[in-house]
Protein backbone atom coordinates (compact mmCIF):
# COMPACT_ATOMS: atom_id res chain seq x y z
CA UNK A 1 0.00 0.00 0.00
CA UNK A 2 1.20 3.53 -0.50
CA UNK A 3 0.82 6.65 1.47
CA UNK A 4 0.92 9.74 -0.25
CA UNK A 5 1.05 12.94 1.49
CA UNK A 6 -0.84 15.47 -0.91
CA UNK A 7 0.12 17.95 2.01
CA UNK A 8 2.26 18.64 5.01
CA UNK A 9 0.66 22.18 5.91
CA UNK A 10 -1.61 22.88 8.57
CA UNK A 11 -2.92 25.84 10.57
CA UNK A 12 -4.06 29.71 9.29
CA UNK A 13 -1.15 31.07 8.08
CA UNK A 14 0.30 28.52 6.05
CA UNK A 15 -3.12 26.71 4.63
CA UNK A 16 -3.75 30.55 3.65
CA UNK A 17 -0.16 31.02 2.25
CA UNK A 18 -0.08 27.68 0.86
CA UNK A 19 3.42 27.93 1.57
CA UNK A 20 3.07 24.29 2.27
CA UNK A 21 -0.22 22.27 0.37
CA UNK A 22 -2.46 21.17 2.06
CA UNK A 23 -4.44 17.94 -0.10
CA UNK A 24 -4.46 15.36 2.36
CA UNK A 25 -3.22 11.92 3.03
CA UNK A 26 -4.43 9.28 0.20
CA UNK A 27 -4.24 5.99 0.71
CA UNK A 28 -4.06 3.59 -2.11
CA UNK A 29 -4.25 -0.25 -1.50
CA UNK A 30 -7.29 -2.37 -1.93
CA UNK A 31 -9.02 1.14 -1.24
CA UNK A 32 -8.76 3.79 -2.05
CA UNK A 33 -8.59 6.41 0.84
CA UNK A 34 -8.35 10.43 0.86
CA UNK A 35 -7.79 11.68 4.01
CA UNK A 36 -8.49 15.18 5.37
CA UNK A 37 -8.79 17.11 1.90
CA UNK A 38 -7.78 20.51 2.77
CA UNK A 39 -7.34 23.19 -0.35
CA UNK A 40 -6.05 21.92 -3.25
CA UNK A 41 -6.68 18.29 -2.70
CA UNK A 42 -8.44 17.94 -6.19
CA UNK A 43 -5.75 19.62 -7.71
CA UNK A 44 -2.94 17.64 -6.47
CA UNK A 45 -4.28 14.27 -7.20
CA UNK A 46 -4.23 15.33 -10.64
CA UNK A 47 -0.70 16.66 -10.24
CA UNK A 48 -0.08 12.84 -9.00
CA UNK A 49 -2.16 11.47 -12.05
CA UNK A 50 -5.07 10.12 -9.87
CA UNK A 51 -8.73 10.91 -10.44
CA UNK A 52 -11.03 11.62 -7.80
CA UNK A 53 -13.28 8.95 -9.39
CA UNK A 54 -11.57 5.95 -7.82
CA UNK A 55 -11.97 7.20 -4.52
CA UNK A 56 -13.70 4.64 -2.11
CA UNK A 57 -13.85 6.87 0.70
CA UNK A 58 -13.11 10.33 2.46
CA UNK A 59 -12.18 10.69 5.96
CA UNK A 60 -12.95 14.11 7.70
CA UNK A 61 -11.28 14.33 10.83
CA UNK A 62 -12.65 17.76 11.87
CA UNK A 63 -14.75 20.99 10.73
CA UNK A 64 -11.39 23.49 10.12
CA UNK A 65 -10.99 24.54 6.51
CA UNK A 66 -7.22 22.23 5.76
CA UNK A 67 -9.00 19.49 6.51
CA UNK A 68 -12.32 19.85 4.82
CA UNK A 69 -12.75 21.97 2.15
CA UNK A 70 -12.03 20.21 -0.65
CA UNK A 71 -14.56 17.08 0.44
CA UNK A 72 -17.32 18.63 -1.79
CA UNK A 73 -15.57 18.54 -4.63
CA UNK A 74 -14.10 14.60 -4.24
CA UNK A 75 -17.48 13.82 -3.03
CA UNK A 76 -18.70 14.75 -6.70
CA UNK A 77 -16.18 12.62 -8.49
CA UNK A 78 -16.91 9.60 -6.45
CA UNK A 79 -20.60 10.19 -7.72
CA UNK A 80 -19.47 10.61 -11.12
CA UNK A 81 -17.86 7.32 -12.10
CA UNK A 82 -21.55 5.45 -11.72
CA UNK A 83 -23.45 8.92 -11.54
CA UNK A 84 -24.97 7.24 -8.66
CA UNK A 85 -24.63 7.61 -4.78
CA UNK A 86 -20.98 6.20 -4.11
CA UNK A 87 -18.54 5.52 -1.74
CA UNK A 88 -18.11 6.26 2.12
CA UNK A 89 -17.87 9.03 4.02
CA UNK A 90 -16.52 9.27 7.75
CA UNK A 91 -16.44 12.31 9.04
CA UNK A 92 -16.78 14.26 12.41
CA UNK A 93 -20.52 15.32 13.62
CA UNK A 94 -19.12 19.07 13.19
CA UNK A 95 -18.38 18.34 9.83
CA UNK A 96 -21.43 16.56 9.00
CA UNK A 97 -24.37 17.94 11.04
CA UNK A 98 -22.81 20.75 13.13
CA UNK A 99 -22.08 20.85 16.57
CA UNK A 100 -22.34 24.39 18.51
CA UNK A 101 -21.35 27.31 16.49
CA UNK A 102 -18.65 25.00 14.11
CA UNK A 103 -20.05 23.45 10.27
CA UNK A 104 -21.91 21.77 8.60
CA UNK A 105 -19.39 21.85 6.28
CA UNK A 106 -20.87 19.57 3.81
CA UNK A 107 -23.96 20.31 2.73
CA UNK A 108 -27.24 17.94 2.83
CA UNK A 109 -27.14 17.74 -1.11
CA UNK A 110 -23.31 16.68 -1.44
CA UNK A 111 -23.98 13.96 1.46
CA UNK A 112 -26.58 12.67 -0.91
CA UNK A 113 -24.14 11.68 -3.68
CA UNK A 114 -22.39 9.25 -1.61
CA UNK A 115 -23.55 5.49 -0.70
CA UNK A 116 -22.44 5.48 3.10
CA UNK A 117 -22.47 8.53 4.97
CA UNK A 118 -21.18 7.81 8.83
CA UNK A 119 -20.95 10.04 11.72
CA UNK A 120 -16.97 9.23 13.24
CA UNK A 121 -17.88 7.94 16.75
CA UNK A 122 -15.07 7.34 18.82
CA UNK A 123 -14.46 3.59 19.26
CA UNK A 124 -17.03 2.75 16.60
CA UNK A 125 -15.69 0.83 13.84
CA UNK A 126 -16.81 1.33 10.04
CA UNK A 127 -15.72 -1.49 7.56
CA UNK A 128 -14.90 -1.64 4.14
CA UNK A 129 -13.66 -4.06 3.32
CA UNK A 130 -10.96 -5.26 3.62
CA UNK A 131 -10.20 -2.35 5.74
CA UNK A 132 -11.65 -1.02 9.05
CA UNK A 133 -11.38 2.55 10.13
CA UNK A 134 -11.61 2.85 13.90
CA UNK A 135 -12.30 6.58 15.24
CA UNK A 136 -10.79 7.94 18.18
CA UNK A 137 -11.02 11.05 19.91
CA UNK A 138 -9.09 13.88 19.80
CA UNK A 139 -8.70 17.06 22.01
CA UNK A 140 -9.38 20.20 19.97
CA UNK A 141 -11.40 23.43 19.56
CA UNK A 142 -13.82 21.51 17.29
CA UNK A 143 -15.70 19.39 20.59
CA UNK A 144 -16.39 16.80 17.84
CA UNK A 145 -12.87 15.93 16.04
CA UNK A 146 -11.63 12.58 15.98
CA UNK A 147 -8.33 10.69 14.48
CA UNK A 148 -8.64 7.32 13.09
CA UNK A 149 -6.71 4.21 13.02
CA UNK A 150 -6.88 2.31 10.12
CA UNK A 151 -6.99 -1.68 9.48
CA UNK A 152 -5.33 -2.86 6.78
CA UNK A 153 -4.31 -6.14 5.62
CA UNK A 154 -0.59 -4.46 5.00
CA UNK A 155 -0.55 -3.15 8.81
CA UNK A 156 -2.42 -0.84 11.10
CA UNK A 157 -2.10 3.20 10.35
CA UNK A 158 -3.11 5.93 13.29
CA UNK A 159 -3.74 9.43 12.10
CA UNK A 160 -3.37 11.45 14.50
CA UNK A 161 -5.28 14.94 13.61
CA UNK A 162 -5.37 18.45 15.39
CA UNK A 163 -4.96 17.42 19.22
CA UNK A 164 -3.53 18.69 22.85
CA UNK A 165 -1.56 15.84 24.41
CA UNK A 166 -3.87 14.02 26.43
CA UNK A 167 -3.50 11.01 27.91
CA UNK A 168 -6.93 9.48 26.40
CA UNK A 169 -5.08 9.63 22.78
CA UNK A 170 -3.44 6.53 23.41
CA UNK A 171 -6.41 4.23 24.19
CA UNK A 172 -6.76 2.82 21.05
CA UNK A 173 -3.21 2.45 20.22
CA UNK A 174 -2.21 -0.64 19.69
CA UNK A 175 0.24 -2.61 17.41
CA UNK A 176 0.62 0.70 14.96
CA UNK A 177 3.16 0.38 12.15
CA UNK A 178 2.64 3.62 10.91
CA UNK A 179 2.17 6.83 13.23
CA UNK A 180 1.21 10.10 11.47
CA UNK A 181 1.15 13.02 13.79
CA UNK A 182 -0.49 16.61 12.88
CA UNK A 183 2.40 18.58 14.76
CA UNK A 184 1.88 22.13 14.27
CA UNK A 185 4.51 23.70 16.59
CA UNK A 186 7.94 23.56 17.28
CA UNK A 187 9.80 22.87 20.55
CA UNK A 188 8.87 25.34 22.99
CA UNK A 189 6.44 26.48 21.44
CA UNK A 190 3.07 24.99 22.41
CA UNK A 191 -0.17 26.32 22.23
CA UNK A 192 -3.67 24.52 22.88
CA UNK A 193 -5.31 22.19 21.00
CA UNK A 194 -2.55 21.47 19.15
CA UNK A 195 1.16 18.97 19.25
CA UNK A 196 4.01 20.67 20.02
CA UNK A 197 7.74 18.88 18.84
CA UNK A 198 7.51 17.73 22.62
CA UNK A 199 4.34 15.93 22.74
CA UNK A 200 4.90 13.86 19.49
CA UNK A 201 7.95 12.65 20.94
CA UNK A 202 5.90 11.92 24.43
CA UNK A 203 3.48 9.88 21.59
CA UNK A 204 5.69 8.41 19.84
CA UNK A 205 7.84 6.90 22.62
CA UNK A 206 4.12 5.44 24.39
CA UNK A 207 2.84 4.14 20.89
CA UNK A 208 6.19 2.99 19.26
CA UNK A 209 5.09 2.24 15.83
CA UNK A 210 7.87 0.85 13.53
CA UNK A 211 7.58 4.34 11.60
CA UNK A 212 6.53 8.08 12.90
CA UNK A 213 5.72 10.55 10.12
CA UNK A 214 5.17 14.29 11.51
CA UNK A 215 3.25 16.81 9.27
CA UNK A 216 0.79 19.63 9.48
CA UNK A 217 3.54 21.88 10.03
CA UNK A 218 2.08 25.78 11.10
CA UNK A 219 4.48 28.74 10.38
CA UNK A 220 6.63 28.62 13.09
CA UNK A 221 7.00 24.77 12.78
CA UNK A 222 8.42 24.96 8.85
CA UNK A 223 10.69 28.36 10.15
CA UNK A 224 12.33 25.83 13.00
CA UNK A 225 12.93 23.09 9.99
CA UNK A 226 10.43 20.09 10.35
CA UNK A 227 13.90 17.97 9.58
CA UNK A 228 15.73 18.99 12.26
CA UNK A 229 12.32 18.72 15.10
CA UNK A 230 11.89 15.08 13.48
CA UNK A 231 15.32 14.72 14.55
CA UNK A 232 14.84 15.94 17.87
CA UNK A 233 12.64 13.56 18.50
CA UNK A 234 14.19 10.16 16.82
CA UNK A 235 17.04 10.56 18.88
CA UNK A 236 15.23 11.21 22.51
CA UNK A 237 12.35 8.26 21.54
CA UNK A 238 15.29 6.05 19.24
CA UNK A 239 12.25 5.17 17.18
CA UNK A 240 12.42 6.24 13.53
CA UNK A 241 10.48 9.74 13.52
CA UNK A 242 10.13 11.79 9.82
CA UNK A 243 9.15 15.27 8.63
CA UNK A 244 6.58 14.99 6.09
CA UNK A 245 7.29 16.67 2.88
CA UNK A 246 5.03 17.69 0.21
CA UNK A 247 4.27 14.69 -2.54
CA UNK A 248 6.58 12.37 -0.12
CA UNK A 249 5.30 8.66 -0.62
CA UNK A 250 5.21 5.87 1.84
CA UNK A 251 5.14 2.01 1.09
CA UNK A 252 3.71 -0.34 3.71
CA UNK A 253 3.38 -3.88 3.54
CA UNK A 254 3.60 -6.70 6.18
CA UNK A 255 7.97 -6.85 5.71
CA UNK A 256 8.23 -3.32 6.88
CA UNK A 257 7.02 0.53 6.08
CA UNK A 258 9.66 3.08 4.59
CA UNK A 259 9.53 5.94 2.59
CA UNK A 260 10.26 5.38 -0.83
CA UNK A 261 10.07 8.93 -2.02
CA UNK A 262 11.05 12.32 -0.31
CA UNK A 263 8.76 14.51 -2.00
CA UNK A 264 7.57 15.98 -5.25
CA UNK A 265 11.23 18.20 -5.73
CA UNK A 266 13.52 15.26 -5.85
CA UNK A 267 11.05 13.62 -8.64
ZN1 LIG B 1 -5.49 21.69 11.03
ZN1 LIG C 1 -8.03 22.13 13.35
Redesign the pocket.
Known sequence: MKITFLGTG??RIV?VNQERCTGGIYLQGERRVHI?P?PGAALLLRKEGKSPLNTDAILVS?C?P??YSDAEVLLEGMYLKKREPSGLLLASKSVLEGVEDVGPAISKYHQRRVKRVVVAEPGRAVQLSPFTFIPFKTYHNDPSSVGFIIDTPSGRISYV??TSLNPGLLSQQKKIDLLIL?V?RPLEARIKY?LSTEDAAFLVEKIKPALAIMT?FGKKAINSDPDLQAGWVHRKTKIKTVAAKDGMVVEMSKGGVEVVREGWSEV
Open positions: GGTDGHHDHSDSTHH
